[in-house]
């Protein structure tokens, strides 16, 4: 038995989540049961040379793809609203289950997957929108059927927790620490998104509304990124035991409303995300039940976005065996 999947864009996550898939795919065979084949690869620039297998097909049609009846399953791994928002509605019209690692689409447009999904009676995977590696969707889930949750903060962008960090431990300047974490393959050419805070707020706005059902109105959360902090910011506060980090937190107050804000924080070690460092997210959860708990690992680069990818084709081959059991003969 082969799942058959069809990946859109090849970029840092895309060609990750390849790689993932095709170096491991033995190990993948005896965990699902059935041999993981990307055939299809949808991007912009059909002629550039790709390293892939010969039966992977490339292509800039979407249509093509999706009129294709071996497709199990489609993985969503480029930027922006458009046209990740189309492609993925026209799979989930399919009756196709569908992947996302795309935090912009999905924070304006997962409300709309989510009843597309349920409308065409498949699923939409997304728990790579978040933090990366964690596995916090999954954790949230089987959380909220038995806790409430008050209260959620995190260090939800890696590239500005490695670019804090770095100050911190080597003394260097933010412009410097930024080119580092180009060079590492941290941070975008433009890493507008990740210093200003905007991706954190879209990952904070996943997390509201999965947690408490609705998010703020986004024109009145605050955010603030960390480009104006000194390395002498950094290293005087450093000597009086804190830390800077750039924090994406909400709270359910007492009226029932989600009150939000992402920005650099002072934090000492009695705090929980204290000792995230590098590239590492992480997300605290203030519920009635548990207490306080806090989920940690890898925040940045394509690998930690490929596992979380991952573990939502897990679900979905799970899906689709469910699907095929209850499937009228």
């Not at 019209?93 to 709309?112: C, M, R, S, Y």
């Not at 929980?272 to 690992?297: C, F, I, M, R, S």
Request: charged content about 20%; proline content about 3%.
């Amino acid at each position: 038995m082969t799942l058959n999947v069809a990946l859109i864009g090849f970029g840092t996550v895309g060609s990750a989540v390849y790689r993932l898939i095709h170096t491991r795919r033995e190990a993948f065979k005896k965990l699902i049961g059935q041999e993981i084949r990307i055939t299809d690869i949808v991007i912009k620039d059909k002629n550039k040379k790709r390293e892939i297998d010969s039966f992977t097909r490339i292509t800039t049609q979407i249509d093509q793809v999706l009129s294709n009846p071996e497709i199990d399953v489609v993985i969503e791994a480029i930027v922006g609203v458009e046209p990740a928002f189309s492609y993925l509605s026209k799979a989930l019209e399919k009756g196709l289950p569908v992947i996302t690692a795309n935090k912009v689409l999905f924070a304006q447009k997962g409300d709309l997957l989510k009843k597309l999904a349920g409308k065409n009676a498949t699923t939409v995977g997304y728990e790579a929108t978040v933090a990366g590696g964690i596995p916090i969707m999954r954790t949230l889930i089987d959380l909220l059927h038995v806790n409430r949750i008050s209260k959620v903060e995190g260090v939800l962008n890696g590239t500005a927790n490695f670019i804090l960090s770095d100050m911190r431990t080597e003394s260097h300047s933010f412009e410097e620490a930024l080119a580092l974490a180009q060079s590492l393959g941290y941070a975008e050419a433009d890493p507008s998104n990740d210093i200003l805070g905007t991706d954190a707020f879209y990952k904070l706005m996943i997390l509201c509304q999965t947690i408490f059902g609705q998010t703020p109105a986004w024109s009145e959360v605050p955010v603030t990124g960390i480009h104006s902090i000194s390395a002498v910011d950094i290293e005087v506060e450093a000597l009086r035991g804190n830390r800077y980090k750039l924090i994406a937190e909400a709270t359910l107050n007492d009226d029932g409303e989600v009150e939000a804000s992402v920005k650099p924080q002072l934090i000492d070690n009695e705090h929980p995300l204290y000792g995230v460092e590098g590239v590492d997210n992480a997300v605290t959860l203030h519920t009635d039940l548990l207490g306080t708990l806090t989920l940690k690992g890898p925040g940045a680069g394509g690998n930690a976005t490929a596992s979380a990818v991952f573990s939502d084709l897990v679900k979905c081959t799970e899906f689709l065996s469910i699907s095929k059991v209850k499937a009228p003969v």
